[in-house]
């Protein structure tokens, strides 16, 4: 082989179905997710739910949802030219009840295809709804979601979304085990990967108030997952993360992308990429699971991008703060659209610095800094 | 900075406008060009002239043309957003006269904020028409592309396409010379390189020749460019690579997308990134040429990508071989069916490897084997 990172050699040869939106400029959904994967030496097919010139969070953009129909076209076009040969499956954002519907055939028809032969596709569904109490896309997508969970092999929602599918209240540790375990039960879902877990200060456990009392008071959150036993049963894990003190968009995506590559990379590692839905044998503890390990590379990863990116940002954010004096007090339509400018210049910084860091894709980093931790009361 | 490869440090931080086809699975076009551009560390944003399944010489396919007005409607966006400070543009293939019209439109905007600094904007264009002396585009293209010739600093013909744009039938080495002096002179075009010169053996000059005497007779084929001087004169480059026996999709727009980093490093090492059209002083030889340098690197990086491409390819070839035999004499419309079943999965095996050869394409191996030559009776 040439001259090669070790990145090419790692990631076993994977072809991935990705199903989210597409943007112009920026890294949010698949325009994000491609890139991560097929750094990591996966093979992506995308179709785009949606074509935007930007991410929403601009407050301006231009384009076109994608109509299901277009959807299905694409996919039968695959099939027709036999290229639908998908290992996995990464679904994401969609606009409409209508698109998850369609997104939900995809998957039960690559499901069917690899029937015969155990492990030979696996689904990693991200139901996109919102975040911090507030819904961000149609009423009807939740029982649509609903519909998918049954045949997805993995779902990644945050913390709210969680809340949304098993419709329990997320309050305390106690709480989200229930949530977790009615997911594996109801749905007979084999993994739940909560992306994004922040919990009042009691219901904190030990290891982050340890840290509290050394003094490095940063605000938390924690990456909860669990793949289920032979019995449905919750097998749980942990991972607490510092807090960054700005929003990035895209990171969820990029979570899942990184994940995809690093979850086939993980089962493999511990010999289980042959068995249904990739589920580890009952005597598995939480924090040694594939799902945990690949959890652990993933976050090592994002770490390091996403410092960057912060150093960045700050440099521009400093920048724009001498500009500011030079120009106040010219009226309040000139202010607004100084105001505008401001932050498309902002969040423009806040674009996730993916293509500067490709080593840092591909090596993550202080590997070792983000360990799975079993969860009590499990 | 966190650990990373070297690549991400070599190739300045530049914004590129990337539009082109897009295809779901496989690597040609905006697919092929966003991952090679982005996995050597810059940002792109893609505007997709088309959206397919796959590629057409699978001989089936889905999908839908981009229309002019979407592709006006995103880039109006990304003004909007203020997400349009491009650094260069790549442009490729556009499936109509229209579409080649919007992207002259966004060329020429894109230039126009661009010239109070000099250097600042570079648009290299992708003339997709036609090869080996078939057009496969609308015969109106080619007025259309002459149309965007002087707004743009960098062609990339074939040998066919260079024949359609300059109306010089490339017989010889004169000819060749006379036709990039007539895009030169004619269109104001700063820099000419034709991607794929097959001259007769008695037009090949001395090298290829006496590479041949020595017994090595594999295929050749040359690439051949030229920065102008001030005077508008060609200063000639020309580099010889084996001609790999296989046919790959999507080599065109590895090739440009390769380019769009490398020469941008290479301008920058040879400063003269802030030059008009990056043209270099005319005492700079041909071979010594920010372009040929950064044609070397590309060059290197695409061998060691297309041999294990070709690696691979002759696997699977091999394989289908052994099941042949099994498959004989079960009627006409069964040996049909076959043979669109074996024509499918060679198209596929050929398909460009790039996301398994990351590193070839970060740090080109064997970098020094293909080295830019001077072209004589220049």
Redesign the interface.
């Known amino acids: 082989?040439?001259?090669?990172?070790n990145?090419?050699a790692e990631v076993p040869?994977t072809h991935v179905l990705a199903v989210a939106s597409h943007v112009?400029?920026?890294y949010v959904g698949n325009?994000m997710a491609?890139?991560c994967m097929?750094?990591l030496?996966?093979?992506?097919?995308?179709?785009?739910t949606v074509?935007?010139?930007?991410h929403t969070a601009?407050k301006?953009?231009?384009?076109?949802k994608t109509p299901p129909e277009?959807i299905a076209?694409?996919?039968?076009?695959?099939k027709?030219?036999?290229?639908d040969d998908f290992d996995m499956l990464l679904s994401g954002y969609c606009p409409s009840a209508g698109v998850i519907e369609e997104v939900g055939k995809i998957g039960r028809d690559a499901k069917l295809r690899g029937n015969t032969k155990p492990g030979s596709f696996f689904w990693i569904l991200d139901p996109v709804m919102g975040d911090n109490g507030r819904i961000y896309v149609a009423e009807e997508c939740v029982p649509a979601y609903k519909g998918l969970l049954k045949d997805a092999d993995l779902i990644l929602p945050n913390q709210f979304e969680a809340e949304l599918l098993s419709d329990v209240k997320i309050r305390d540790f106690g709480s989200l085990v229930q949530a977790v375990e009615k997911l594996h039960q109801e749905y007979t879902l084999p993994h739940v990967l909560i992306t994004s877990v922040r919990l009042p200060p009691t219901a904190v456990s030990t290891p982050a108030l340890e840290e509290e009392k050394s003094g490095n008071t940063g605000a938390k959150l924690s990456i909860v997952g669990s793949t289920a036993t032979s019995e449905g049963k919750p097998r749980l894990f942990r991972i607490t993360v510092p807090a960054l003190p700005i929003f990035f968009s895209g990171t969820g995506d990029m979570f899942a992308a990184l994940l995809v590559a690093r979850l086939r990379q993980a089962v493999q590692t511990a010999g289980v990429s042959n068995k249904p839905s990739w589920q580890s044998p009952d005597d598995v503890a939480g924090p040694d699971l594939p799902l945990a390990k690949a959890t652990e590379m993933v976050l090592a990863s994002m770490h390091?991008?996403l410092?960057?990116t912060e150093r960045h940002y700050q440099g521009v954010a400093e920048g724009m703060e001498g500009e500011r004096e030079l120009n106040e007090g010219k009226g309040e339509e000139a202010e607004r659209e100084r105001e505008m400018?401001r932050h498309?210049?902002l969040t423009?910084a806040a674009e996730v610095r993916?293509?500067?860091?490709?080593?840092?894709l591909?090596?993550p980093?202080?590997l070792g800094r983000f360990r799975a931790e079993g969860v009590e009361g499990e």
Chains 1, 2 share one sequence.
């Open positions: 082989m040439a001259a090669q990172g990145g090419d040869e112009t400029a920026g325009t491609t890139f097929q750094a030496g996966c093979e992506v097919s995308a179709i785009h074509n935007f010139s930007n601009y301006t953009f231009k384009g076109r277009e076209e694409l996919y039968t076009g695959l027709n030219a036999r290229l390091a991008v410092k960057d400018g498309l210049r423009r993916v293509v500067r860091n490709v080593g840092a591909r090596s980093p202080g």
